[in-house]
């Protein structure tokens, strides 16, 4: 993960920033657990944020919420098997 994409997504209010599979997951001002795909200026689609200048480079990001049965905190997400943790990721809130 760029540092600098880190930090600005920490700036941004999300804590607990980590990275896997491609995501950057934090959780929101109400410690809800947040995917953050981040990607390159180049993308376009509705609802994406544009981060600028971060680390040389332009980049912009999406938030979904994971769908949990019950609040789920970061470090318990992250000791999910990879399978788990793929298939978690896929899923999205309207």
Known sequence: MRKD?????????FKEVKECND????????NLLI???????SYNAI???HLEHIDGH???YFIDKINTEEECNLERYFKLNKEDLSFKSRLKLS
């Open 23 to 30: 995501f950057l997951f934090g959780l929101n001002e109400n």
């Open 58 to 60: 332009s980049y912009s």
């Open 47 to 49: 609802n994406v944020n």
């Open 5 to 13: 994409l880190k930090e600005k997504m920490e700036y941004l209010g």
């Open 35 to 41: 995917r953050i795909m981040y990607i390159d200026r």
